[in-house]
């Protein structure tokens, strides 16, 4: 399994990116997928997660209302749209999947794979 995360870029404050992450393989749908991120002197934190059908979603409090995970089955990919975005959301932001739902959303869990990161800016 691989993922490839893209989308990043730099963006002015208030304004909306949407991440993706392409996950190759064709078991894409026994995953629960994840999105985190590490500003630079900072651990990497918990920003989304998504059960494997789509029908259960966790954000972190700094995110939640901003930040919207989904993904599509069909296409292997996992998105993150991020909208009123803030200079503090700047950092690389990395996608990540497990089969257990409960290790992707709590941080001290290892994640069976993990993405590139991709660098997300947000100007003031």
């Known amino acids: 399994v691989q993922l490839q995360a893209s989308g990043g870029g730099l963006v002015q404050a208030g304004g909306s990116l949407r991440l993706s992450c392409a996950v190759s393989?064709?078991?894409?749908?026994?995953?629960?997928m994840g999105w985190f991120r590490q500003a630079p002197g900072k651990e990497r934190e918990f920003v989304a997660g998504?059960?494997?059908?789509?029908?259960?979603?966790y954000y972190a409090d700094s995110v939640k209302g901003r930040f919207t995970i989904s993904r599509d089955n069909a296409k292997n990919t996992v998105y993150l749209q991020m909208n009123s975005l803030k200079p503090e959301d700047t950092a690389v932001y990395y996608c990540?999947?497990?089969?257990?739902?409960?290790?992707?959303?709590?941080?001290?869990?290892?994640?069976?794979?993990w993405g590139q990161g991709t660098q997300v800016t947000v100007s003031s």
């Open positions: 393989g064709r078991t894409f749908s026994s995953y629960a």
């Open positions: 990540a999947a497990d089969r257990i739902l409960q290790s992707v959303v709590v941080p001290t869990k290892p994640k069976a794979y």
């Open positions: 998504i059960s494997q059908t789509g029908g259960t979603t």
